[in-house]
């Protein structure tokens, strides 16, 4: 599944004969120096790979491929056409879309015009996408024809894409009066970012402690962030990247540029489609993806799993892989890349690195190590666990022993930081605390420099006095032969202010000796729990559910949870 015919692109998109990739030299700069800025790198791959396939898009009524000449004409189409809509340096473009050409684009279209891309999650409401349009002050709108409900009533201007890649559709209308506003002046009639600490994201945050903050990131940072992701992930131009993972979720963790920098394949699916994802495994040749391991449990229970015919590799985030999964996820070839981070640290800046001394170990025992958050990415500067200040206003750092046992908190600084929380300078002095990001994860740091979370500051289970962190509890518990998935949150106790409760989804080839006597599996749970757990860490209640509330990325709403524990 490599080519889709007889596709033809649009008369706009096929370059003139002869084009060049320069851009307009930057003057009183040093000749030992350029800006850093990811939009170098769809210029580069179109230099070199021309002809290759970089982007396809097969999965819809209309299937478009691109190839890196194609692509860069495209993305040059869309910085003319936002500067000719009356788009300046530092205005925020607003794109509201699932994976497709369209986003794609736009993480280096809207680069091209100096302006701050500015992707909104679909499955926000339209309360919470309008304050999202008011605080970031976006100038443009551009959406998917899917989500146009999400902007009813907006007066910013928006341009709306059908996804069909054909003439008719309003967003290659929108390229194509780009191509005819440029007047054929290529790459040399942009103008250049000088500044590579300019803005070049403003990603918000889930919100889920009161509004969402606008994390506003640099064209230096997201280069950085991109050139880690290759080379923590291995990837070159033999690689196929499919996007399981949102590009709307911060920034798509850079891969939308770290495909690019690598001159890798990129194939786009517009959900989280289990039919299509095997489909692309088996005969799109893919090589990479990055997903949650609740969207892992459900690759690998999926009835066309199988042994791959290539390795492939699979970025984990958003939690760590139980024994069971990277058993899994093994068995079929794919190989799990454990890593850690968050929309303020452009994604993941830490890996845990996985030894030659692990063969030897048991699948459990090589899961404790691989479930740890690991050490800092190659472009990343150290991730330390530091105590928790005792005043606000505290600004040294102290760092926890590493004994793999005292608890503190992640902090981290450097090159893949966010600059600033949007028009929030109060947050964003208190994430900046001693010099460093706060990062509000609960770690400790084992005698290898190994960072291992414990728990977000708000998950911690505080029983009788004790600290029981979430996540080891559920890594025990999804040990358990018949669990597919499990949560924990705390709940009110009486005696001892909170005790763990679990929510736990039955494996459905295993769900059937359990019908009709659920509480005969949560005994047997409770059980298999205290031979892992102190007593304090066993869960007190256990439910068995059908589903667990999750975001956009697969990452289960602990949120939602405790307010339903709340109630109880």
Not at 330 to 358: A, M, N
Not at 549 to 568: D, E
Request: hydrophobic share 40%.
């Amino acid at each position: 599944m490599h080519s889709l015919s007889p596709f033809q692109p649009t008369a706009a998109s096929l370059p003139p004969k002869g084009a060049t990739y320069l851009q307009k030299q930057v003057q009183g700069i040093s000749v030992n120096h350029h800006a850093l800025n990811p939009l170098s790198f769809i210029l580069r791959a179109a230099t070199v790979y021309p002809d290759r396939i970089a982007l396809l898009h097969p999965d819809v009524k209309y299937p478009v491929q691109y190839t890196f000449r194609v692509w860069a004409q495209r993305i040059q189409n869309l910085a003319y056409a936002l500067i000719e809509a009356g788009i300046n340096p530092g205005d925020r473009v607003a794109v509201i879309a699932p994976n497709c050409p369209m986003i794609a684009d736009a993480h280096h279209g809207v680069l091209g015009a100096r302006a701050i891309f500015t992707p909104i999650n679909t499955r926000l409401t339209p309360p919470e996408v309008a304050y999202i349009l008011e605080h970031s002050g976006a100038k443009l709108i551009l959406v998917d024809q899917e989500c146009t409900h999400l902007i009813r009533g907006t007066t910013i201007p928006t341009i709306v894409s059908n996804d069909t890649g054909r003439d008719d559709d309003p967003y290659e209308a929108f390229l194509a009066s780009g191509r005819r506003f440029s007047r054929e002046r290529g790459w040399m009639g942009l103008d250049v970012e000088r500044d590579e600490d300019a803005g070049a994201v403003l990603n918000y945050t889930s919100g889920t402690t009161g509004k969402p903050k606008g994390v506003l990131t640099t064209l230096r940072g997201s280069y950085l962030a991109a050139v880690g992701n290759v080379v923590e992930g291995q990837m070159n131009k033999e690689s196929t990247y499919l996007w399981i993972l949102p590009m709307f979720h911060a920034a798509g963790w850079t891969y939308p540029w770290a495909n690019v920098f690598a001159c890798a394949k990129q194939v786009t699916i517009r959900s989280v489609d289990y039919n299509a994802i095997w489909r692309h495994f088996l005969h799109s040749r893919v090589t990479h993806y990055c997903a949650a391991p609740t969207v892992q449990i459900g690759i690998v229970n999926h009835p066309d799993a199988r042994p791959l015919p290539q390795p492939v590799t699979a970025i984990i985030a958003g939690a760590a892989p139980t024994a069971q999964l990277i058993g899994q996820l093994e068995q079929q070839g794919i190989k799990p890349v454990h890593v850690y981070g968050l929309t303020q640290t452009y994604g993941p800046f830490t890996r845990c690195y996985d030894q030659d001394s692990w063969s030897s170990l048991s699948l459990e025992d090589r899961a404790k190590l691989m479930a740890r958050q690991g050490q800092s990415f190659a472009t990343a500067q150290e991730v330390r666990v530091v105590y928790p200040p005792r005043h606000d206003n505290d600004q040294e750092l102290i760092d926890v022993p590493r004994d793999g046992n005292t608890v503190g908190e992640i902090v981290t600084r450097g090159n893949i930081v966010m600059k600033e929380y949007f028009r929030d300078p109060d947050a964003t002095k208190k994430a900046f605390r001693g010099g460093y990001f706060n990062s509000g994860d609960l770690a400790v740091m084992y005698p290898d420099g190994v960072v291992a979370i414990m728990d977000r500051s708000k998950d911690l289970i505080i029983s009788g006095g004790e600290n029981a962190s979430s996540l080891a509890i559920e890594q025990e518990l999804a040990a358990h032969p018949d669990v597919l998935e499990v949560s924990v949150v705390a709940r009110a106790h009486e005696k001892w202010g909170e005790r763990p409760m679990a929510f736990a989804i039955l494996h459905p080839e295993r769900s059937s000796k359990w019908e009709g006597n659920h509480d005969a599996f949560v005994a047997d749970l409770k059980k298999h729990a205290r031979t892992r757990l102190p007593g304090f860490a066993t869960p007190e209640w256990v439910e068995v559910v059908q589903e667990l509330p999750k975001t956009s990325t697969g990452k289960i709403l602990k949120t939602a949870l405790r307010k339903r524990v709340a109630k109880l």
